[in-house]
């Protein structure tokens, strides 16, 4: 199984707004990862935990907050958005992490995001 | 720095036809070589890997092999389907690498 789980699958906000993603694996996975995808675009990484720890941080502006409660959750906090924040937000995790060996990254199927 | 470069899109074929996405990679030392597939409204779902040279990734009837010489890994397909329609992503990812490099992505319609 390489599931990996997003939700919610779409979500409109407003720029005053708090709202928060939510992305799940049971794979046993040790590092996750947060991209954020414009239409028409690959996708841009954003941040990356490695057991359980923030290890990479693409300066990504503090609008966006990423959490990760446990092994199997990473969460994404979005307060005070901007309209150009719209995007497909994807999710996905590896089995090692960054700078440890070559993984796979599986990804979830994305929370589609409009900041009106 | 390491990166990917794919053949600009769109591709358009008919069904049944062949296809070929030419992927050409930049890379420090061995890296493992992916092909990604992201249909409408939907993530990325892992089609192929490669992680050695000379190494073959297939599935679903998609082909690529790693060609270390040639620094390329193009995905082929001997008889396209309408279903086949999404867009394609070349990736890379090394040892020491932080993150996952993609190509620019090739959208793929084929025709009934």
Known sequence: DTEVTQTPKHLVMGMTNKKSLKCEQHMGHRAMYWYKQKAKKPPELMFVYSYEKLSINESVPSRFSPECPNSSLLNLHLHALQPEDSALYLCASSRGVPGEGLETQYFGPGTRLLVL | ?112
């Open chain 2, 1 to 112: 720095g390491n990166s990917v470069t794919q053949m600009e899109g769109p591709v358009t074929l008919s069904e049944e036809a062949f296809l070929t996405i030419n992927c050409t990679y930049t890379a420090t030392g061995y890296p493992s070589l992916f092909w990604y597939v992201q249909y409408p409204g939907e993530g990325l779902q892992l089609l192929l890997k490669a992680t050695k040279a000379d190494d073959k990734g297939s599935n679903k009837g998609f082909e690529a092999t790693y060609r270390k010489e040639t620094t390329s890994f193009h995905l082929e397909k001997g008889s396209v389907q309408v279903s086949d329609s999404a867009v394609y992503f070349c990736a890379l990812s090394s040892y020491n690498n932080n993150d996952m490099r993609f190509g620019a992505g090739t959208r793929l319609t084929v025709k009934p």
